[in-house]
């Protein structure tokens, strides 16, 4: 096994909903070496399929 790190990198971008023009991207990265990179792939796109805002902080900030 080679000691060379693997990236992964997924920026969606969220919409603003209380000015559609504007946009929010997250950077969400996996590094990792090759066996980690194969073990972790499924789980990490998962992650990533996964992030969404918490719509309750616009209800506590009544925006």
Known sequence: ???EAIRSSHP???V???????????RLVLTANQ?????????FHQ???SAS???S???QYGE
């Open 47 to 49: 992650f990533v399929a």
């Open 57 to 59: 902080i616009e209800a």
């Open 53 to 55: 805002p918490d719509e």
């Open 12 to 14: 969606p971008a969220l």
């Open 35 to 43: 066996q980690q990179f194969t073990e972790l792939t499924d789980d």
């Open 16 to 26: 603003d909903v209380s000015d559609p023009e504007r946009r929010a991207v997250l």
């Open 1 to 3: 096994m080679s000691g």
